[in-house]
């Protein structure tokens, strides 16, 4: 745990913060945001295209996944951009949820966060295995539990690592799933929420990688 909490845990995870205080925040209708590659308001990256959705399908030209949003949900990334507070180091790709707070429901509020953070931010992390150190010591002190410690976890060819967790809300339970990869020197995670398992496995599901193309033999 030492080595862990060497990992930048000061810096913690943002978005993971904002997800877990937020999840039934959503306020907005789900906006068409063109995948021009315009960055976000507070995105100050000039290499990382934020990508964006059509057709409820959110597009990530820099890292490779799609994914497909569940018909009727609503959009609230541009919103929790908006109150990052250091931009430089946390990149807020995807923030979708079921409902928004005006709409009454006796269910979790469910949703997916897909952020990148800067590695460099986690002084020493080597791997995203690592990464949930600081994430598990966050999760815990908002009240959720582990369910399953990381473990590999596939994703089309793509290899992420998962782990589970759970809290109980009244008479019901949230369950959360967060995968973790490292890609282009970001940490970059995706996180489900919803009222069972099998809900946040069918969440995951709607997540996938496009495949590498193989390098062309010289002739």
Same mark, same amino acid.
């Given at each position: @745990?030492?080595? @862990? ?17 937020? =999840?039934? *925040?959503? *306020?907005?209708?789900?906006? *068409?945001? +063109?995948?021009? $590659? ?17 057709? !409820? ?29 250091? +931009?430089?180091?946390?990149?807020? #790709? &995807?923030?979708?949820? /079921? ?6 429901? !006796? ?21 995203? /295995? ?6 598990? /010591? ?5 009240? &959720? ?8 976890? +596939?994703?089309?060819?793509?290899? #992420?690592?998962? $782990?589970?967790?759970?809290?109980? &809300?009244?008479?019901?339970? @949230?369950?959360?799933?967060? #995968?973790?990869?490292? /890609? ?13 398992? !099998?809900? =946040? ?5 709607? &997540? ?12």
């Amino acid at each position: @745990m030492t080595e @862990m909490r060497c990992l930048g845990y000061a810096a913690s995870s943002l978005f993971a913060v904002v997800l877990l205080s937020r =999840v039934v *925040q959503a *306020q907005q209708p789900l906006k *068409q945001r +063109p995948a021009s $590659g315009k960055p976000a308001p507070n995105t100050n990256s000039a290499t990382l295209d934020p990508g964006g959705i059509t057709a !409820d399908v959110y597009r990530s030209p820099s890292f490779g996944f799609t994914y497909k949003i569940p018909f009727g949900w609503v959009d609230r990334t541009q919103e929790m951009s908006e109150d990052s507070s250091d +931009p430089k180091k946390s990149i807020l #790709l &995807l923030a979708v949820f /079921e409902r928004p707070p005006e709409a009454s429901g !006796d269910s979790v509020n469910s949703a997916v966060v897909v952020a990148a953070e800067a590695a460099a931010s986690y002084p020493g992390l080597r791997n995203a /295995e690592q990464y949930f150190g600081p994430l598990t /010591e966050l999760t815990k002190s908002k009240g &959720l539990k582990v369910v399953n410690e990381p473990y590999e976890f +596939p994703v089309g060819a793509k290899q #992420l690592v998962r $782990g589970d967790f759970s809290k109980p &809300l009244r008479n019901l339970t @949230m369950h959360q799933s967060t #995968l973790v990869m490292m /890609e282009k020197g970001y940490v970059v995670s995706f996180t489900f929420i919803g009222g069972s398992e !099998d809900e =946040v496995d069918g969440l995951v599901e709607a &997540l996938s990688f496009s495949a590498k193309k193989p390098a062309t033999p010289h002739k």
